[in-house]
């Protein structure tokens, strides 16, 4: 099997808070968008989060049939117009045999909203009524299955779930199957649709929600004044592919996935490490295998979720991975802060903001964060997004169950 063949990214596609395209999404991030607001999926009256990060004018139809609409969730819908565009975008479909052409979409929870209506169903009127589409509507590996029957993917379609680090560990999945041999291409990315109200209730009461009913008071990563994350929906997709393929067929390359660090916490179904152990190693084996040299400069998309143990471990675990020294001289930032935490679909989002913002030169910000916390003493791009050239992109994504997810990029080499 071939071993260590480039992985490039040659196609994106976006479904967001922040707009249903790349170039939409990518310039607010940018501007340093809020795309935060008040939830109007459900009727929040009893519920004290009373915002969200929601897609808006969403047309399932423009990407799907009318049946199939009806046969799939909305987080399903969401993956499927991603992936399209990406594919689309980088017009690998055909340049690639079928059974070289592999799948790897991330979700955190699958159908939850059909779980809900069809469990609804079933209290309300009795099993009868429940759908027959009931489970291939709900079960997390559905996205990825649609998306490779689609596009005739005969390869690997694997879904990764690793609650919030679903969408990282999908992408750092696709790029070893290229990077060994498996496949020549991946469609990967993550997709969610958590805003309803078993899901909300949930994160509610376990304490992890916002509930501040200010949109620019609530998802404040890094900030003292935080008190949770503010729950956000949408879909990312990459397409990967084998460097040399790319090159071949003339394919526009975007950037190198050049490292992937995945770990496990072993600590607590929920809480991070209190010595951020996880966090960091999964940092530095994507520094390793990205070839980082200390003194560079380094581009950290942070979880930053805006949940107080979460910020201030991660800023730990920047530390132990890249050094004191270096970590204050690197440059970190919270996209969360515009779009929510996408849970599922958090890395890859963030991993497309790692690879735009390698291209441009232009790192997105931290917005609203005015009160840093004294544990928070990092440059997280506050405020404005900023210039800069940065040599090494890194993205983490933490998830509960302990894992941890770190993917590295880089500017093209030819």
């Known amino acids: 099997m071939t071993e260590n063949r480039r992985v490039v990214v040659t196609g994106l596609g976006a479904i967001t808070p922040l707009g249903n395209d790349v170039q939409t999404c990518w310039e607010n991030l940018k501007a340093g968008k809020n795309g935060i607001g008040p939830i109007t999926a459900f009727d929040t009256t009893d519920f004290k989060a009373k915002l969200a990060a929601q897609v808006r004018d969403f047309d399932p139809m423009a990407y799907l049939e009318r049946n199939d609409v009806l046969r799939t969730d909305r987080y399903a819908q969401f993956a499927v ?83 919030c680090a ?59 004044r935080r008190g949770g994350f503010v729950i956000g929906e949408g879909a990312v997709a990459l397409i990967l592919e084998e460097y040399d393929h790319a090159v071949a067929r003339g394919a526009v390359i975007y950037g190198e996935v050049c490292g992937y660090g995945s770990t496990c916490d072993a600590h607590h ?60 001289k690197a440059y970190v930032s919270s996209t969360k802060s515009m779009t929510g935490h996408m849970l599922g679909a958090a890395g890859a989002i963030e991993a497309m903001a790692c690879v735009l913002a390698l291209r441009e030169g232009i790192l997105p910000p931290t917005i609203n964060l005015t009160e840093p916390d004294e544990s928070c003493d990092l440059n997280y791009v506050p405020g404005r997004a900023v210039r800069v050239q940065a040599t090494l992109a890194l993205s983490n994504s933490l998830g509960f169950g302990g894992h941890n997810a770190c993917l590295a990029f880089r500017k093209v080499k030819l």
């Open 81 to 163: 117009a991603a992936a399209q565009q990406a594919v689309e975008d980088s017009g690998i479909v055909g340049t690639v045999a079928p059974e070289r052409l592999a799948v790897s979409f991330g979700s955190g929870i699958g159908g939850i909203g059909t779980f809900e209506t069809e469990h609804t169903k079933l209290l309300n009127r009795g099993p009868r009524r429940v759908s027959p589409l009931f489970v291939p509507m709900m079960i997390p590996n559905m996205a990825a299955g649609l998306i490779a029957i689609r596009h005739d993917c005969r390869g690997s379609a694997m879904p990764a779930v690793t609650a």
């Open 166 to 224: 679903s969408g990282s560990n999908a992408i750092g999945e696709a790029l070893r199957l290229i990077r060994h041999g498996y496949a020549d291409a991946v469609i990967t990315g993550g997709a969610e649709a958590p805003i309803c109200p078993s899901a909300v209730a949930g994160f509610i009461n376990m304490q992890a929600l916002s509930v501040s009913e200010n949109p620019d008071e609530a998802s404040l990563p890094f900030d003292k």
């Open 269 to 328: 179904i929920t809480a991070p490490h209190p010595e951020a152990r996880g966090g960091a190693q999964a940092m530095m084996d994507a520094m390793r295998e990205a070839g980082y040299v200390p003194g560079e400069t380094v581009y950290v998309n942070a979880h930053g979720t805006g949940t107080p143990m979460n910020d201030k471990l991660e800023t730990q675990a920047v530390k132990l991975a890249l050094g004191e020294e270096n970590a204050r």
